[in-house]
């Protein structure tokens, strides 16, 4: 079982930056894919960026170069840079995690945690 905790939303000018966190608790942290997944108001919850347990990354085309996810397995806490931020940006961000291997869809990720706004104003 893995609990998640994710933290560091608010809001935002166009251009700017923001570093999301989420801790996780759990033993085996080390040995789980990450994701960070985005919802807008009347969208549906869309993939960002994940991380393997190796630290092999991926990205959404829409975030790429901008953003960056790394994680730490020693304080069990995933990590999302957001840089050059855009209106488009603001959504509720949640962290998710899974057992196996990095896949992008979100029905495929167990344990999710309860989100945190990010609104970026133009």
């Known amino acids: 079982q893995v609990q998640l905790v994710e933290s560091g939303g608010r809001l935002a000018q166009a251009g700017g930056s923001l570093r999301l966190s989420c801790a996780a608790s759990?033993?085996?942290?080390?040995?789980?894919?990450m994701g960070w997944f985005r919802q807008a108001p009347g969208k549906e919850r869309e993939f960002v960026a994940a991380?393997?347990?190796?630290?092999?990354?991926y990205y959404a085309d829409s975030v790429k170069g901008r953003f960056t996810i790394s994680r730490d397995n020693v304080k069990n806490t995933v990590y999302l840079q957001m840089n050059s931020l855009k209106p488009e940006d603001t959504a509720v961000y949640y962290c998710a995690a899974r057992s196996n291997g990095v896949v992008t869809s979100p029905t495929r990720y167990a344990y999710w945690g309860q989100g945190t706004q990010v609104t970026v104003s133009s």
């Open positions: 991380i393997s347990w190796s630290g092999g990354t």
């Open positions: 759990g033993r085996t942290f080390s040995s789980y894919a």
